[in-house]
């Protein structure tokens, strides 16, 4: 694994690599779907600048928070310190940062929310890259499987000679399909259909993925993702089930609604 | 063939290639000596995701479900 990059006297984190272009192709299917809803594009990049600045203050804080016991130092000096970002805690970040952006842009509607349904899962997918590059803990369990691996080079190495499941793999291709699928039915359903379709499937896929991964079990043989994936999916059950009580159905009418709702 | 038929053959074939390309980047990586197939599987994981953006920032909007 490669955690670092010396380019020209400089270093650079593979993960940060990764981050980036998380940011960067979120920015881009922004783009694509503002300008299918009649909406400026340009309005992606101010997306993804609120994202990126809520989702980083978020995923710090809520490290600090799970890992305040252990910290030592001043407080500034643990707030900007090298590692430690939770992704629990930069999604709320980042959720709230966003909407606060559409509430300035006048633009607090379940369309923005289905924009993030797509780009939610898809920057993971490109997230868990950077994960599986860097070596940095979010690996699996210890495993003989015959893919599994060791990350003797991680920033979080592993003991040498052992080797374990590498779950950032799984997670790539299990959520960038959820991507997919989404991105295809972005025009099918009821707004905000799509983002409580999300929470079910992006609940499902992290309760499961934990079974393989090293964190602590805290309550009822359960990680703390887990229970936090628990939620997401009975949020979004809720929502789907509230939803479809109300209209009768999931589905929209036509393209037409989709326009005269982004209207 | 009904426009839903067609979304679906469509998501299909999408899902396939961004599967074909994983596997294929991972087998072209184990080809150029990889060294373990988790490393191998590395390769193919990042050819996903490329593979993956490009199908979405290419793909025309469905067809009209009735």
Not at chain 1, 2 to 28: D, E, P, R, V
Not at chain 2, 12 to 41: E, S, Y
Request: charged letters at 10%.
């Amino acid at each position: 694994m490669i955690a670092h990059l010396h380019i020209g006297g400089i270093t650079i984190q593979t993960f940060g690599i990764f981050f980036a272009l998380n940011f960067i192709s979120w920015g881009l299917v922004a783009a694509k779907r503002l300008g299918e809803l009649g909406k400026p594009p340009d309005w992606a990049y101010e997306i993804v600048v609120a994202a990126v600045l809520g989702g980083l203050i978020g995923a710090r804080a809520y490290y600090l928070i799970q890992n305040h016991g252990s910290l030592h130092g001043s407080l500034l000096g643990n707030v900007f310190g090298g590692s430690g970002l939770v992704w629990y805690g930069g999604l709320l970040g980042g959720t709230i940062a966003v909407l606060l952006w559409a509430r300035w842009r006048g633009f607090f509607s379940l369309q923005l929310v289905d924009i993030a349904a797509i780009g939610l899962p898809l920057g993971y997918a490109i997230g868990r890259i950077g994960c599986q590059v860097a070596g940095d803990g979010d690996y699996g369990k210890p495993s003989h499987l015959p893919w599994a691996m060791g990350y003797a080079d991680g920033t979080t190495p592993t003991p040498p000679g052992v080797t374990a499941q590498p779950t950032p793999i799984y997670e790539t291709v299990s959520m960038g399909l959820v991507a997919l699928v989404l991105w295809h039915l972005r025009d099918r359903f009821r707004p905000g259909v799509l983002f409580a379709m999300y929470l079910v499937l992006a609940g499902l896929e992290r309760l499961i993925v934990e079974f393989w991964r090293r964190n602590n079990h805290v309550l009822g043989g359960l990680t703390a993702p887990q229970l936090e994936s628990i939620g997401l999916v009975i949020a979004g059950a809720i929502a789907l089930s509230l939803t479809a009580r109300r209209h009768g159905g999931l589905g929209r009418a036509s393209r037409g609604a989709t326009l005269a709702a982004a209207a | 063939m009904t426009a839903g038929c067609h979304n679906r053959l469509v998501l299909l074939r999408q899902i396939a290639l961004v599967l074909g390309v994983f596997v294929g980047a991972t087998l072209l990586a184990l080809l150029f000596g990889a060294k373990n197939l988790g490393t191998a599987l590395t390769f193919g994981q990042i050819a996903f995701a490329a593979t993956l953006v490009a199908v979405i920032l290419t793909s025309k909007r469905p067809d009209r479900e009735s």
